[in-house]
């Protein structure tokens, strides 16, 4: 081939951004796309894909995963590529309360080691913070590593994980004077804890009872403190897995204090309700619960409006051996592990429950699973655009391929999915990151290890001056 030409070019597919759709061909040269695509011809083109039927869209970013119990970065990696995802972000933090030493910077260490060798994907990283880590010490050296964002729980005290708000709000000034970004899990952890001893005191242990010791009052309390302790302090806040009514109330009271708030749901908080609960027991125990069909339809109007930003999976990938003790058949709901695996079915149940149903556009379902959380992160353009010079980080998917969601057609060691039996229209049925293919026609071509590490960059996240911005 010519100096000319490029590696590969997708015809004949419609072209899905953020600012809408239009029919044009993509071109690929050395992982990156490249200007004036329909100039070149079949002598100057490695490969030509045929997209005809099918949307182009950018990869999607999942910016919220857990790869750390059965499925770690591999298997999670691999389970998402088929899921349409090229770019995951991950949370790590320090594991002393399971007897492991070291501090989160030790442990993003350990994790970019992994990562390396046996990742499908790029990928960036979370830090959590926890009530025991030196916060003046390990931010800002974070910081350097590219590690910009920052999450702290509000709530399992009892489990050695909330973050004390004194804390809280030195971890936020921090973050603020570097050009980080404070995450939140919100719910009020002594609240919640008091419930739930109570439930336990009366023998209320079965899961008809887990929801209620976590109402959304809760959740609406700790966010509207966590937004309050970020205004003081300047820093941006990034509330994690929206699932409750009101909290559209609590985004739109604080952005109009010209703050930079942004929040996230999930699959699951858009599609599923604690009917789950009430029929699987611990398999469907997450932290905030599942709750009603009203909150299901406040969530996509969250997502309609701009008020919420974007959706990830909030990805944990458990065997029901894990998940089941305690909490299917017999023994407490409280004592079974939170957390699902949701990654390979999120496209899928987005399109479906927002696309084919009327909720969301197409493009702004691109802006919400693509091109916010680059933004907000620092990642955009280089990750989540199919503007000239961004990776070649691309979906094909075609929107009449009718199929139903099963545990039996994922790829990951987690071996249930609360999506089971569901009927969907819509399927990614290619992915390709920086140009190489990965999977194709349901079969992985990619390889393990060749993923790269992307730090965050806070000048070009959304919040910064001069940023990117969202929509």
């Keep these: 081939m010519s100096d000319k030409s490029v590696d590969c070019s997708i015809r004949g597919g419609l072209v899905v951004r953020g600012s809408g759709i239009t029919r044009e061909d993509i071109a690929v040269k050395d992982g990156r796309i490249v200007a004036d695509a329909d100039g070149y011809g ?10 005809s039927g099918l949307y182009v869209m950018p990869g999607i970013v999942d910016a919220h995963n857990h790869p750390e119990n059965a499925d770690r970065i591999e298997t999670f990696s691999l389970s998402a590529a088929f899921g349409g995802v090229t770019t995951v972000v991950p949370f790590v933090r320090n594991r002393r309360r399971y007897g492991v030493e070291g501090t989160v910077t030790d442990m993003i260490e350990e994790f970019m080691d992994e990562a390396a060798r046996t990742s499908y994907l790029d990928y960036g990283i979370h830090a959590i913070l926890l009530g025991d880590d030196d916060v003046e010490d390990q931010v800002p050296r974070m910081m350097s590593m590219g590690v910009i964002s920052f999450k702290m729980y509000m709530t399992y005290p009892r489990r050695g994980m909330m973050m004390p708000d004194e804390r809280m709000l030195k971890a936020m000034e921090l973050a603020a004077q570097d050009g980080g970004i ?8 002594y609240c919640i804890d008091y419930l739930v001893e109570k439930s336990i005191e009366a023998g209320h242990t079965g899961r008809e009872h887990y929801a209620p010791t976590q109402p959304r009052i809760l959740e609406i309390e700790a966010a509207n403190r966590a937004a309050t302790y970020a205004q003081v302090t300047g820093c941006p806040l990034y509330i994690v897995h929206l699932s409750a009514r009101e909290m559209l109330g609590v985004l739109e009271r604080f952005r109009g204090a010209d703050m930079n708030l942004f929040g996230e749901t999930c699959p699951q908080y858009l599609d599923l309700t604690n009917q789950a609960m009430l029929d699987h027991g611990a398999l ?15 969530m996509w109007r969250g997502l309609s409006s701009g008020l919420i930003d974007t959706i990830a999976s909030d990805f944990c990938g458990y065997e029901k051996s894990q998940k089941a003790l305690g909490g299917e058949g017999e023994g407490s709901i409280f004592d079974a592990a939170f957390g699902g695996n949701w990654v390979e079915q999120m496209l899928c149940v987005a399109f479906q429950e927002g696309v084919n149903a009327g909720r ?7 802006q919400v699973m693509c091109e916010n959380p680059a933004k907000i992160f ?3 353009p280089k990750k989540g655009s199919l503007d000239p010079g961004a990776d070649a980080d691309i979906v094909l998917f ?5 199929h139903v969601l099963s545990a039996e057609e994922q790829h990951c060691i987690a071996d249930y999915t ?8 819509g399927k990614p049925v290619l992915t390709m990151q920086r140009g190489e293919i990965l999977v194709e026609n349901g079969i992985m071509r990619g390889r393990m290890g060749q993923a790269e590490y992307l730090p965050g960059n806070p000048s070009l996240a959304a919040y910064a001056p001069g940023g990117h911005g969202v929509s």
């Design 42 to 51: 079949d002598s100057d083109v490695g490969r030509v894909i045929d997209a």
């Design 182 to 189: 404070a995450m939140v899990h919100a719910e009020n952890g």
């Design 398 to 402: 075609d929107p009449s391929l009718e």
């Design 378 to 380: 620092g990642l955009y």
């Design 284 to 298: 469907a125990k997450i932290g905030p619960p599942l709750r009603e069909r009203e909150d299901n339809e406040a």
């Design 418 to 425: 609360m999506f089971e039996g569901k009927r969907v229209v």
């Design 360 to 366: 969301i556009t197409l493009p702004r379902l691109v």
